[in-house]
């Protein structure tokens, strides 16, 4: 039997070689097959070089023929194993290509956000916007759509990203919307500004802003004005210097402690000195003697406590003679300070005699209102002279020469009564004095053109306040050094500054604000030889000093842990400052500190 093999017949066999690696059964053909086809391809090659002979060894070639049909059985075999390994290797294909296609579907989506993202953020360089510059609305809605809080927000990384203090979110978001609005063209990659409407519902969160919501925006705002800051304009080496060398001998030497007293540079440096500790109850009033040496106060406890300030201990302790909270003491002008006045919540005006030796001799009443007296005031020139207001409407002019007080007047307007909480006697003009009470108004009067009945001289209020729309009531009246401007500070609103001098103009010339003044009656006063700094007391339990000209904060203490601070007392010669509060105890202020201060936390108070 010829068994010839031609080329075709190899080819055959090594694609039937191919076809059998799909099945994990056909390994064993596999590899025989492979093996005969290299056989024969060998054996074959060897029969066509001798000298064209056909096929001169055929036992060969029957031999591989043999072993192949030996080791795959049959050819039907061979296709039958075929078929079912190709249809596994079909099945394996299918899910491996649909798993390709969905892989490929979500890299096309992450890629597209990509873009996005990328062609917002790269379109322009994001410039940072104060948000001071955009009006309430745009702030209130971009900030909603976003998902901005007006406190804080986060970023992307889920870290907190305060919008008030860099403004970078916010700023995307404008950055977005001005993208949106300057391109016209409907590109897949552009942002449609009527889609970015209609999913933040811009539209119907600009009608729906309301007045909570600008009450909300309050942690903005900040109570320093646009103006430049004060500046330095007295610098103590060059002075120490000038006075050392004699420069300055043709002025006298009280000239250099009032430009230091009245510098920027002192105010700068108040630091906490003492505390001192004596009360039992909240510390209402202070009140320096005319020398500065001693220091009263005044308490919830009923007491009264003299104090030699610069050791700092107690000197005298004594029972004021009140049955309520004492809301005033003060030294009368006489020799050796062995005189107190005080008034109180029970309505009572006394005067405690004091011993050389340390000793309270004794109490007695002067006066008495029909409600609480809140403060005092001395007439300097007539040291025998006090006045006192009550929340009576009352004003008594008391000689303690005399054996009954006499009734000054009685504050009203139209007819209705104005309970009275501060009164203060011009520094200059002994016959005038200014009251403040609860209505907008400050009013000055003159003891020379009065009666029980009279009108005041002269009426102060800030004009947007005239109307009497907006409640708040004066708790706090001072003049200046000279007696040429009035400070008044005004509950649930801020301080303001009067100028007498101007007499067609009884608005404000300058509101200082930042300070908060709503649970108590608090005080307010003028600091510096000349008056050239205000200090006020808050709710926040800080206390603030503003320039009087610039209306800038420049100095602010933790005046008190439980969170008021109600009275300040200037020492009458020295850049010394006595506070106190809802703490029991009395604080001391002097200008030893080596570091000016820092107003960075200024806004989070």
């Known amino acids: 039997m ?29 590899c025989t097959s492979t093996t005969v086809c290299k056989s024969v391809k060998k054996n074959n090659n060897a029969i066509e070089h001798k000298d064209g002979d056909k096929i001169d060894n055929q036992n060969d070639v029957n031999k591989a023929i043999d072993l192949l049909r030996d080791e795959a059985g049959s050819v039907d075999q061979m296709k039958e194993l075929h078929s079912c390994a190709g249809n596994n290797l079909e099945e394996s294909n299918d899910d491996k290509e649909e798993d390709r296609n969905q892989s490929s579907q979500v890299k096309i989506d992450n890629q597209k956000q990509k873009t996005e993202v990328t062609k917002i953020q790269t379109h322009k360089e994001p410039r940072i916007v104060d948000p001071e510059e955009l009006d309430h609305n745009t702030y209130v809605d971009v900030s909603r759509e976003e998902g901005i809080t007006e406190d804080s927000t986060e970023d992307e990384t889920g870290a907190p990203n305060n919008l008030v203090g860099d403004g970078r979110k916010l700023n995307d978001v404008v950055e977005r919307r ?31 802003v309301q007045t909570s919501e600008v009450a909300d925006t309050d942690h903005r705002y900040d109570p320093t004005p646009k103006g430049p800051r004060p500046r330095h304009t007295w610098f103590m080496c060059q002075e120490v210097a000038k006075r050392q060398f004699g420069v300055s001998n043709h002025q006298p030497s009280c000239i250099f402690e009032l430009h230091c007293s009245g510098s920027l540079h002192t105010v700068e440096r108040l630091e906490l000195m003492y505390r001192m ?13 005319s020398t500065g040496t001693r220091l009263a106060s005044g308490s919830d406890d009923h007491h009264v406590v003299i104090w030699d300030w610069t050791v700092p201990k107690p000197v005298l302790i004594y029972h004021s003679g009140h049955r309520s909270n004492v809301f005033q003491a003060k030294f009368m002008p006489l020799h050796g300070d062995t005189y107190m006045v005080s008034s109180a919540r029970d309505g009572q005006v006394r005067l405690a005699e004091l011993s050389v030796t340390g000793i309270c001799k004794g109490t007695r009443k002067l006066a008495q209102h029909k409600g609480a007296a809140h403060k005092l ?5 007539s040291p025998h002279t006090v006045l006192s207001c009550g929340e009576d409407a009352l004003v008594y002019e008391i000689d303690l020469r005399k054996e009954k007080p006499h009734k000054l007047l009685i504050c009203k307007e139209n007819d209705r009564k104005i309970a009275l909480y501060s009164i203060c006697t011009s520094p200059c003009n002994n016959f005038e004095f200014a009251l403040g009470g609860k209505d907008q108004y400050v009013r000055i009067y003159d003891k020379r053109k009065i009666s029980e009945e009279s009108e005041p001289v002269t009426k102060l209020c800030p004009q947007y306040l005239v109307s009497g729309d907006v409640r708040v009531h004066v708790t706090s009246v001072v003049y200046n050094y000279n007696g040429s401007e009035i ?8 301080i303001f500054l009067f100028d007498l001098r ?47 000209e610039t209306e800038h904060i420049v100095q602010y203490l933790p005046g008190d842990e439980v969170g008021v601070v109600n009275c300040l007392e200037n020492h009458p010669s020295y850049p010394i400052l006595a506070t106190s509060g809802l703490d029991k105890d009395v604080k001391v202020w002097i200008p030893s500190c080596s570091d000016p201060p820092d107003l960075s936390g200024l806004k989070g108070v």
């Not at 400070?487 to 801020?494: E, P, Q, R, T």
Request: with cysteine; net charge negative.
């Open 2 to 30: 010829n068994h010839e093999i031609s080329n075709g017949d190899l080819k055959e066999l090594e694609n039937e070689s191919v076809k059998g690696k799909a099945g994990n059964h056909s390994a064993s053909v596999t």
């Open 178 to 208: 001005s993208c949106s609005v300057g391109e016209n063209n409907n590109t897949s990659d552009e942002i449609n500004l009527d889609s970015v409407i209609q999913d933040g519902n811009l539209s119907r969160e600009i009608t729906n």
């Open 277 to 289: 500790k004596s009360h039992d109850g909240c510390v209402n009033s202070l009140h320096f003697n």
């Open 377 to 381: 005031s001395l007439e300097l020139d």
């Open 487 to 494: 400070l008044a500070s005004y509950n649930d609103d801020d």
């Open 502 to 548: 101007r007499h067609n103009n009884r608005d404000y010339i300058h509101r200082y604000q930042g300070h908060r003044n709503n649970q108590t009656v608090k005080a307010v006063s003028f600091f510096g030889p000349k008056s050239e700094y205000i200090v006020s007391g808050s709710d926040c339990g800080y206390i603030y000093i503003w320039d009087k």
